[in-house]
């Protein structure tokens, strides 16, 4: 049982480039989540997906797009990678809204 | 508008002492609410949680906390600190049937020997 697994585990990329991060959760949770993480500011929400084939914006989604792919699967897709989404990204599944989130061990990107 | 405030954002204790996290939370509805822990280059990882049964709940690696209503805080203790501890906790706070969490901005705990 992996739990949540998140892919690449780093990526540097330059100014303009595009890349998708994966991840997968074999829990069968219904809900699935993208957030980002800066120093100092805790943990902030990019997009959701409540259900497979729902999503929805989050606090901070400007630069990125998702797709949930099956219960298993939800991306997050930079189109043209910006120095301020240097961070560390992380997924989460939770079974339904409002309960226990279990987390990725995360992606740390940098845009130079 | 709910939120989470994580009242210190550094805590130094001595290995073997009692550690205490505070965290209080601002809500109109019910909350569920819980801690997690971070250790350096990991993903967070779930402590405890409050969802509105016995309002003192205990945790993994001996780590307990108390839900007042009254107070509105949520504070997470522990009786004796091991040097494993040292890692960043964040307070959670979410309500049922939503996809809104919101997170504190983390307590970075210490644990000297």
């Known amino acids: 049982n992996a739990g949540v697994t998140q892919t690449p585990k780093f990526q540097v990329l330059k100014t303009g480039q595009s890349m998708t991060l994966q991840c997968a959760q074999d829990?069968?949770?219904?809900?699935m989540y993208w957030y980002r993480q800066d120093p100092g500011m805790g943990l902030r929400l990019i997009y959701y997906?409540?259900?497979?084939?729902?999503?929805d914006k989050g606090e901070v989604p400007n630069g990125y797009n998702v797709s949930r792919l099956n219960k298993r699967e939800f991306s997050l897709r930079l189109e043209s990678a910006a120095p301020s989404q240097t961070s560390v990204y992380f997924c989460?599944?939770?079974?339904?809204?409002?309960?226990?989130?279990?987390f990725g061990p995360g992606t740390r990107l940098t845009v130079t | 508008a709910q939120s989470v405030t994580q009242l210190d954002s550094h805590v130094s204790v001595s290995e073997g002492t009692p550690v205490l996290l505070r965290c209080n939370y601002s809500s109109s509805y019910s909350p569920s609410l819980f801690w997690y822990v971070q250790h350096p280059n990991k993903g967070l990882q779930l402590l405890l949680k409050y969802t509105s049964a016995a309002t003192l709940v205990k945790g993994i690696n001996g780590f307990e906390a108390e839900f007042k209503k009254s107070e509105t805080s949520f504070h997470l203790t522990k009786p004796s600190a091991h040097m494993s501890d040292a890692a960043e906790y964040f307070c959670?706070?979410?309500?049922?049937?939503?996809?809104?969490?919101?997170f504190g901005t983390g307590t970075r705990l210490k644990v000297l020997a």
């Open positions: 997906s409540a259900s497979e084939g729902t999503t």
């Open positions: 959670v706070v979410s309500f049922s049937g939503t996809y809104k969490y919101i």
């Open positions: 989460a599944s939770s079974d339904n809204g409002g309960g226990e989130q279990y």
């Open positions: 829990m069968n949770h219904n809900s």
